[in-house]
């Protein structure tokens, strides 16, 4: 009798886990569908120059999955997460095809620096969209005014300490309606130059991401005007049409905002990692004991030094203004000297409070960012 049952058990077993292999390849068949009318969206896309981000569209397709999973009886939180992920994949896939569309068939593109990580990856973005891109290096001085000749687009791509004296050399080569632009973290000096130097449209960009980016699906160019910004927007249209979300600002502004999301931030990691280095504190060790915030937070400071010393010297040192940030800082942390040295818990707690309440609601978003990269870390790890 016992074994009678056993079989049935393994039957239904059987045919159970045969169903769900039909429904996986349902689903499969159906995420093949879906991409064919993505491809159909993007040749509409190509077409009409239109961007491949869409954010309030993607949050409203969100918001609709999550009702519909709660009427289903489905965690909203893993519908959410299976439809971001679907969506990423549907925008890089966007991405990678709009990339092939150029928006001023034709254009001739001039990289200054061009030979540099940032300058390759710029040259196979706008190569790959029909444009016809020069390269710039040091080497390359001698025939400025040929390779100059015609060019729509002249972008600097130099070290922050050479972007002023690169662009003031480079701008009486240019055509007068030549659009003029760097990629450097300071915009202020390199955007000042450019308007001075240059008597046609120019304005300053900012890249948020590296050269190892495999894809512009989503990823952030600041945007400082120059002059004649009319004259700018193909170029803005060009990246929009790539993925990347333009995010506009002055000079001014984004220098002060970048001295703390770039200079302020590394300096801080940096101080960090020399401080466990010079206690020798066993890294591999705390990671045993260590909670997945401590990994993570951990994992950046060991991002940090993993890269390039003297880009980030560069970074963190690039602006009288951000220097006097950073003595600011340091001074800020003396300032805590006595209440460590007393162990006064009472004036710990009422300036932790005043602090919560000056991020005020971001706390909260905080919370269920970081919690979700957490919960990323326990799957890996």
């Keep these: 009798m016992a074994d009678s049952l056993d079989k049935d058990y393994e039957k239904q077993l059987s045919q159970l886990r045969q169903n769900i292999d039909q429904t996986d390849e349902k689903i499969i068949s159906l995420l093949a569908r879906r991409q064919k009318q993505v491809e159909q969206i993007v040749e ?11 954010p309030a569209r993607e949050e409203d397709l969100i918001s609709g999955r999550r009702d519909r999973a709660r009427k289903a009886g489905l965690d909203p939180d893993f519908v959410e997460e299976l439809f971001r992920s679907v969506l990423r994949r549907s925008r890089k896939e966007q991405s990678g095809q709009m990339r092939k569309k150029g928006l001023y068939p034709g254009a001739v593109v001039l990289i200054v620096g061009g030979y540099g990580e940032m300058g390759r990856y710029f040259e196979a973005c706008f190569s790959a969209a029909g444009y016809q891109v020069r390269l710039m290096g040091r080497q390359d001085w001698d025939r400025v005014g040929q390779l100059c000749k015609d060019v729509d687009l002249a972008v600097v791509s130099v070290p922050i300490e050479k972007t002023v004296d690169t662009i003031n050399a480079l701008a009486p080569h ?4 030549a659009v003029l632009t760097d990629l450097t973290s300071i915009k202020q000096a390199p955007t000042q130059a450019m308007t001075a130097a240059h008597k046609g449209p120019a304005m300053g960009l900012h890249p948020l991401f ?8 989503k990823q952030i160019i600041v945007a400082c005007p120059g002059r004649n910004p009319e004259a700018c927007q193909w170029v803005i249209d060009q990246f ?8 506009q600002s002055s000079p001014e502004e984004h220098d002060e905002i970048m001295a703390v999301v770039q200079s302020l931030r590394h300096f801080a990691t940096f101080a960090f990692g020399q401080f466990m280095a010079r206690k020798q504190v ?15 937070e951990l994992g950046m400071v060991g991002r940090l030094f993993a890269q390039d010393a003297a880009m980030y010297a560069e970074i963190i040192f690039a602006s009288p203004q951000r220097r006097e940030l950073l003595k600011a800082y340091i001074q800020n942390i003396n300032d805590n000297l006595e209440m460590v040295e007393k162990g006064d818990k009472q004036r710990f707690i ?32």
């Design 210 to 217: 590296g050269p190892t980016t495999s894809s512009l699906d």
């Design 240 to 247: 929009t049409a790539w993925g990347a979300v333009i995010v």
């Design 174 to 177: 240019l055509p007068p309606d």
């Design 282 to 296: 066993p890294v591999a060790r705390t990671l045993e004991f260590s909670s997945p915030i401590y990994r993570l």
């Design 44 to 54: 509409i896309k190509k077409k009409h120059h239109l961007p491949v981000y869409h």
């Design 350 to 381: 009422q300036e932790f409070n005043q602090i919560a309440e000056w991020f005020g609601p971001f706390g909260e978003q905080a919370i269920r960012e970081s919690s979700y990269l957490i919960d990323k870390l326990i799957e890996r790890f």
